[in-house]
């Protein structure tokens, strides 16, 4: 009822009612076949108000609102289409009606309250906001237009409304104690279904656990098939039962901070349609979140996305809708986000950095581009390109023109840099030549980011080409916790040298390095200007120079943490599937997990059916929640769902019971509500219905 009053624009809903359609009691064997559309009409309305009107209908369809503008007939009518089965209501407002707007909001972090921002209301609504603390929080305060109010569980309710209003809500950080335990107890009064603490076993009556004071509990609530959650009760201490609002089929204690007591009833009933929320990721470079795919999560529920960094990468930013998340996040190699308390759709981006590799002055980067003119080729190549030189320090390279080229100029800016051609230097070891020679320059003392450009031309007719040079080539192998440069391969004349910078990330230090498999971390240069040392003595910063090159050589570092190394995360796939159709699990596929963390599936069924049971890891459990979490997770699992037809709830006509009116407003009267006239109520099934039996039990869907 609260969420398409909601979606209704500030129209008041015709007589406080909402009409749920549902397929429950159709026989499985004679199900429908929907052709996109099905017809609904909610008949016998008051002709003397609403004959000729233009009334709203607002629907909870496939798990979004919709609303659709339709003309009362003059018999009392209200004829629509819908593309699926769900709940429905009629809001009319007559022209010059007044409404009021409540705005909702949250000041800081920590939560989050249903609804969010500015809802229209009819005068004289009494709309219900639910307040929905983070893992780890409690309410600090609330305000209604700046006066404190107090909230009844966990929730508020307008009194009738006559003006515009402003809702605040603040929330606090509950301090963790991990010595003190309280004890969390869930409870089943008068039977008709089950209940399940933290993702523990079901319980038939009751069910406790021991929680560390500010840690969060989850009560999970399963109704038997054919009944719904009546109500629910927290107590807290030795306080009293106070009812609370349960947007889903569990309740978070979001932070537990004494013995706790969660009582549920049910009744029977038709479970009502889901309203559920999109959260998108957007896709990343140099890094993931998995699921990479859109997960559909149920108003107020939790979903999961573990944020990883490529190699060499760490996180840098989470953000939520645009908006910072997650700074703790920062220089991690991978974390897991939780977004809790979801009630919009919403989007997760992250970006991601190169480890940081300096703790003083920056290094000077250094990139060499050789020049092009269009149409023709480059004429040659450079080597190293590119190089992240300590400050102070004259980084050399060379210049290789191919065959039948020569170097014309190489710049920085407009100087022109003095280069030296290489002399002939045969070697037997070389497995590589330059045909058409080579050049050799330093820039001294580099202080700043430079880009040297180089151009080569074709020789004159005539010009002598200098002699071929023989080259070698050395290979540095990048490695976790610091970076060398230059990385990869540099092709080095014989006899020829190449200075290598190495760099540790914050918190590392260079603890060996190996050149042709011989140990060489005594050569590394550490002086004012070529390096640092950290206080025990390590070194941070440094460079070596390898110096008579006559062979190709790998250079190999290796780093290692100044403190006791912290263990990467451990992550786990889950693969999570539906076997057998009727319904979709969210999310799908495969799902990475961190260990440690919980991970949430949640169960959509299509129109007359339900979860009929799980496969855990290959067990099959009887289970009719439309979620399963897994706490603490220490390992990879495997998740599929079965859906089942809903059996009839009773003796009556399959076909009677195809069509529910469900009275949701404030006081019954039963005069009020009309059943609903579905296009399949007789035999002759309408508006593009049709059955269809067969010999053994067949579902077609549209």
Not at 15 to 37: E, M, N
Not at 361 to 376: A, N, R, S, T, Y
Request: charged residues 15%.
């Amino acid at each position: 009822y609260d969420i398409l009053q909601g979606a209704a624009a500030g129209k008041p809903l015709v007589s406080g009612a909402v009409y749920q359609a549902d397929l429950t009691g159709v026989p499985t064997g004679d199900l429908p076949f929907l052709d996109k559309q099905v017809s609904v009409a909610i008949s016998s309305l008051d002709t003397a108000v609403y004959a000729g009107k233009t009334v709203t209908v607002v629907g909870l369809v496939n798990g979004k609102t919709t609303t659709q503008e339709v003309v009362v007939s003059a018999e009392g009518t209200a004829t629509f289409n819908t593309p699926a089965l769900g709940a429905f209501a009629l809001a009319y407002a007559d022209p010059g009606a007044k409404t009021y707007t409540v705005t909702s909001s949250v000041t800081g972090e920590g939560g989050t309250v249903s609804p969010l921002g500015a809802k229209p209301y009819p005068d004289g609504a009494t709309p219900t906001y639910t307040v929905l603390p983070n893992a780890g929080y409690e309410v600090a305060g609330v305000t209604l237009d700046g006066t404190a109010v107090t909230l009844t569980g966990n929730s508020y309710t307008f009194p009738a409304l006559a003006a515009d209003h402003a809702f605040a809500v603040a929330f606090a950080k509950v301090t963790p104690d991990p010595a003190t335990l309280f004890k969390v107890e869930a409870k089943v009064t008068g039977g008709n279904g089950q209940v399940k603490v933290s993702g523990g076993a079901l319980g038939v009556t009751s069910l406790n656990a021991k929680v560390e004071k500010g840690s969060k509990s989850t009560v999970q609530f399963v109704p038997d098939t054919g009944f719904v959650i009546d109500a629910v009760t927290v107590k807290v201490a030795a306080g009293a039962a106070t009812p609370v609002v349960v947007l889903s089929d569990r309740y978070d204690i979001a932070a537990v901070v004494d013995n706790t007591t969660v009582e549920v009833t049910y009744k029977k009933g038709i479970t009502p349609p889901v309203i559920t929320h999109a959260i998108t990721p957007s896709p990343c470079t140099n890094g993931s979140i998995s699921p990479a795919s859109v997960q559909t999560v149920p108003h107020a529920g939790t979903a999961s996305f573990v944020v990883q960094a490529d190699s060499q990468y760490v996180i840098d930013t989470i953000t939520v809708d645009g908006m910072p998340a997650a700074a703790q996040a920062t220089d991690k190699a991978a974390f897991t986000y939780e977004l809790e308390n979801v009630v919009s759709d919403r989007t997760i981006a992250a970006t991601f950095k190169l480890k940081e590799a300096d703790p003083d002055k920056p290094l000077v980067d250094v990139e060499v581009k050789v020049k092009v003119v269009v149409g023709e080729v480059a004429g040659g190549r450079v080597s190293p390109s590119s190089v992240a030189a300590v400050y102070g320090t004259s980084p050399k390279f060379y210049i290789y023109p191919d065959e039948g080229y020569t170097l014309e100029w190489a710049k920085v800016g407009s100087t022109t840099l003095d280069t030296h051609p290489l002399a002939a230097n045969g070697s037997l070891r070389a497995r590589a030549e330059a045909k058409g020679g080579g050049y050799w320059f330093t820039l001294d003392y580099v202080t700043e980011n430079l880009v040297v450009d180089v151009k080569f031309r074709k020789l004159n007719p005539g010009e002598k080409p200098l002699d071929p040079i023989n080259l070698h080539t050395v290979t540095a192998h990048e490695a976790e916790g610091g970076i060398i440069s230059p990385k990869d391969a540099t092709l080095v004349p014989n006899n020829g040298e190449v200075a290598y910078t190495l760099q540790a990330n914050k918190g590392y230090h260079l603890q060996s390095l190996m050149v042709g498999g011989q140990e060489k971390i005594g050569e590394v240069q550490k002086g004012s200007t070529a390096g640092s040392l950290n206080a025990k003595g390590q070194i941070i910063r440094g460079v070596y120079k390898l110096t008579g090159v006559t062979g190709d050589v790998d250079v190999v570092p290796v780093f290692a943490t100044d403190e006791e190394p912290v263990p990467p995360p451990v992550l786990f796939t889950f693969t999570s599937s539906v076997t057998g159709g009727y319904g979709k699990i969210s999310p799908e596929g495969n799902v990475t997990v961190e260990q440690g963390k919980s991970q949430v599936f949640y169960f959509y069924p299509d129109a007359g059916y339900a979860v009929a049971s799980i496969v855990i890891d290959g067990v099959k459990l009887p289970y009719t929640a439309t979620s399963y979490e897994f706490s603490n997770v220490q390992g990879a699992h495997t998740v599929e769902v079965v859906f089942g037809p809903i059996a009839p709830p009773g003796p009556n006509s399959p076909i009677d019971k195809a069509v529910h009116a469900l009275n949701t407003a404030v006081g019954d009267n039963p005069g009020v509500f009309l059943l609903l006239a579905l296009a399949l109520a007789s035999a002759a099934v309408c508006v593009a219905v049709a059955t269809r039996r067969r010999p053994t039990r067949t579902r077609h869907a549209s």
